[in-house]
C-alpha cells in the first residue's frame, strides 16, 4: 500500500477488473481521465449529477462536499461516494457504476 504523500496511489475498480494511477491533490475522476481510463461514468465533474458514484471498499480518502440528493448520509457511512469529490490518501479499492438514473 502506498503511503508515501508525494508517490502515486494505486486505485483498483474491482468490478470493471481495472485500475489506474492517481496523483496526490487529484480527485479520482480527474486520475482516472489523465490515465486515458473508463473505469469509473462521467457525468458534470462538479458533484451535481452523481453519474460518478462509487463505493470505496477500502483505502483511505478525503472527500469534498457532495449534495445529500445524491449521497445520503447513510450512503456515505457505507462507503458511497462520487468520484469527482474524492481526494485518495492512500491505495483504494473501488467499485464503480452506482449511479441510478432517476434519483
Known amino acids: ?4 504523500p508525494a508517490s502515486p ?3 483498483e475498480v474491482r468490478n470493471r477488473h481495472s485500475e489506474f494511477l492517481a496523483q496526490p491533490g487529484k480527485t479520482l ?3 482516472m481521465e489523465l ?3 473508463q473505469a469509473i461514468a462521467v457525468g458534470c465533474r462538479g458533484g451535481g449529477c ?3 458514484k462509487i463505493r470505496v471498499l477500502a483505502g483511505e480518502y478525503d472527500r469534498k462536499r457532495m449534495s445529500c440528493a445524491h449521497i445520503s ?10 468520484a469527482c ?3 485518495p490518501r492512500s491505495d483504494l479499492v473501488i467499485e464503480s457504476d452506482h ?3 432517476g434519483l
Open 1 to 4: 500500500m502506498t503511503t508515501d
Open 9 to 11: 496511489y494505486r486505485i
Open 29 to 31: 475522476l480527474v486520475a
Open 35 to 37: 490515465a486515458a481510463s
Open 50 to 52: 452523481g453519474m460518478c
Open 73 to 82: 448520509e447513510q450512503e456515505q457511512a457505507a462507503g458511497f461516494a462520487l
Open 85 to 87: 469529490r474524492v481526494l
Open 99 to 101: 449511479f441510478v438514473e
